[in-house]
């Protein structure tokens, strides 16, 4: 089950390593990890290392452990935050989890339109200023999907500091990290979604004026296109790797 550690730093691959186990099941909730020596010994590194990542995965909540007592699998579904979507995303083959995307895309969706409600709310003219500078760089990109994407990471980035929400802030550098790493094969399928600059142009609008409502109506009716349009992906992936007999 458990394999040497080669690479990265050793508290590094330890706790990855641990992490991966956990989430893919092949560590029940509740069972028991083995004793720090005897994962040393398993995993070729030192007990310093081992102690480290075990302190990590506790942080996480994937384990709980007890001054004395054994360290024990938690079941992170109830327990662990959303740093772990990056984790679930990619599975130990290296495709992805077509569930675990769309639900890093529902969540974008729901968290976005909030949080343009919000910065209509509490945006200034500053706020103002660097959006439509960004709509200007996107512009300028015209057809360059990959442009456009980094682009609207920070058109959104940008909503978010005028949302002035800190819980939003944290959620979203989660998601951004999921999102990352599989932004780049999505960015073809987003197309429609990211050239569609009126829309964007209609909520910073609505920012400026305050109409909150308006702009948290405007960004979930950008987002849910390219929200169906990657659902439909994921749906048609999700048959191919399982069958129809699934």
Not at 163 to 169: E, G, L, P, S, V
Not at 219 to 228: D, F, P, Q, V
Request: charged residues 35%.
């Amino acid at each position: 089950m458990f394999e040497p550690v080669t690479k990265k730093s050793l508290a590094d691959a330890v706790f990855e390593q641990l992490r991966d186990q956990i989430v893919r099941g092949k560590l029940d909730p509740g069972s028991a990890l083995p004793a720090e020596r005897v994962l040393s010994e398993k995993l070729e590194v030192n007990r310093g290392a081992v102690r480290e990542a075990l302190k990590r995965l506790e942080q996480a909540r994937l384990v709980s452990r007890r001054h004395g007592g054994a360290t024990r699998v938690l079941d992170y579904r109830e327990t662990a935050g959303t740093d772990l979507l990056a984790a679930l995303l990619v599975r130990a083959d290296g495709t992805i989890n077509t569930k675990v995307a769309r639900s890093v895309m529902e969540m974008r969706s729901a968290i976005a339109a909030d949080m343009a409600r919000l910065c209509a709310r509490r945006g200034d003219g500053q706020t103002v200023d660097a959006l439509e500078e960004v709509l200007g760089e996107m512009e300028a990109a015209g057809d360059d999907v990959q442009a456009l994407s980094e682009l609207d990471l920070e058109f959104w980035a940008t909503l978010l500091e005028g949302a002035d929400n800190i819980a939003y802030r944290l959620a979203f550098n989660s998601l951004r990290e999921t999102y990352d790493k599989f932004r780049t094969i999505l960015a073809g399928y987003l197309a429609e979604e990211l050239s569609d600059l009126n829309a964007r142009r209609a909520i910073v609008e609505a920012v400026r004026q305050g109409r909150e409502e308006e702009a948290e109506a405007r960004t979930r009716e950008l987002l849910t296109m390219g929200e169906k349009l990657i659902a439909d992906l994921m749906n048609s992936l999700n048959v191919e790797e399982t069958g129809d007999g699934e």
